[in-house]
């Protein structure tokens, strides 16, 4: 059976040129970048090369990068390193984030029904002892985009920091750390390997390390460096910079098409979160009637790889905490599935996709209804 991935916002593949990027530090340059002879010191120049080709997607300097083993990480160390007294956070961020705050004092600001935050709810929420504003740039089920810039001035007027949680955003949205302190991002959500992410510290934002054992990474991530991973996230970084304009662009047109298929095709479709402001790769669709684990099932059977919500909460009982955040109640939330489209998605993907989705909610609808 041929298969169609549509999942690609839980994690992508490889690409062949960031696999060819990161095969020679496997059998050439092998050493320990801390070593200083010339093993290590050839494994040293991949390392810097690859901070130099974040920094330059991100629009920072490369001193401003520290290489982790991912997404998680980052946003552990943004939180729980800044060992903010009080934290200003959404009830919509990831669980790296929520379950950080959750170690301390945290507030939680409601999002509206299109899964935007209100920068005045931000700014209401803060109190003297606010130490730490941590709201996503993009989000995982929804796609929708936050106005961080302007959540930003308000947390810097406040003299807080600002952590903003990009895992969903390098790649698919124009990214520029100027306003924010802190941000995250994690290769494998553009086409590099897992377990490779960095975090964006600015220069004179002071962070307690999260682990201990060494002075790799400025002294916040102790260890020897994975330069594989390093140059993989490099290699990526660098290549989703230079096209992504295009690939955008590119993606935004199947999604409609996507969309406006499944609204036009079958009756009792609903796209939850903001139809514009939102990454454009990524359609969020309730379907009335469906439970979206039976659809997701019926669509895996047929061949296509979609998802009931966020891979890191694939299985829980509890329906996802985005969508009801946004006003959802259980059954509706439990009624959506995600479609999040990537480099080698096609339009004719895209139709197959389509018809296999209309032909399965006929079919439930009729035999298994919610």
């Known amino acids: 059976m041929e298969r169609h991935y549509f999942d690609y916002n839980a994690t992508t593949p490889v690409s062949r040129e960031v696999l060819e990027a990161m095969l020679p530090c496997f059998d050439q340059a092998y050493g320990n970048a801390s070593s200083v002879h010339r ?9 810097e090369a690859a901070r130099r080709q974040v920094a330059a997607a991100l629009h920072c300097e490369p001193a401003e990068v520290v290489f982790l083993s991912g997404g998680t990480e980052a946003d552990n160390l943004a939180v729980l390193g800044s060992q903010a007294r009080h934290i200003v956070t959404t009830t919509v961020e990831h669980p790296a984030v929520l379950a950080a705050c959750a170690q301390g004092e945290a507030s939680y600001v409601r999002v509206g029904p299109d899964g935007i935050v209100d920068p005045d709810d931000i700014r209401r929420a803060l109190r003297p002892d606010t130490g730490l504003v941590s709201v996503m740039h993009a989000n995982n089920e929804l796609g929708t985009v936050q106005p961080i810039a302007e959540i930003a001035r308000i947390a810097r007027e406040a003299g807080a920091l600002f952590h903003s949680d990009g895992v969903q955003a390098v790649g698919k949205i124009p990214v520029d750390v100027a306003a924010v302190d802190l941000y995250s ?10 377990g490779a992410g960095a975090l964006f510290v600015r220069k004179g934002v002071r962070l307690a390390p999260r682990s201990f054992g060494g002075h790799h990474e400025r002294g916040l991530r102790a260890g020897t460096e994975n330069v594989a991973g390093a140059v993989g996230l490099g290699r990526a970084a660098e290549w989703a910079a230079e ?3 295009a690939e955008s662009e590119r993606l935004r047109g199947l999604r409609d098409r996507l969309e406006a298929s499944i609204l036009d095709r079958i009756p009792g479709t609903h796209v939850n979160g903001h139809r514009t402001a939102r990454t454009p790769n990524t359609s969020n669709i309730r379907f009335d009637g469906i439970d979206s684990e039976a659809l997701l099932i019926a669509l895996d059977l047929k061949g296509f790889a979609v998802s009931a919500g966020a891979a890191c909460s694939s299985g829980a009982a509890e329906p996802s905490h985005v969508l009801t955040a946004i006003g959802l109640n259980r059954e509706q939330a439990r009624s959506s599935i995600r479609f999040s489209l990537g480099r080698y998605n096609t339009g004719e993907e ?7 989705v209309a032909a399965s909610v006929a079919h439930l609808r009729r035999i298994a209804p919610l």
């Open 39 to 47: 093993f290590g010191q050839e494994a040293r120049q991949k390392l």
């Open 185 to 194: 991002l994690t290769g494998h959500k553009f086409y590099g390997p897992k």
């Open 243 to 245: 096209n992504l304009a």
């Open 350 to 356: 895209v139709d197959a996709l389509v018809e296999a």
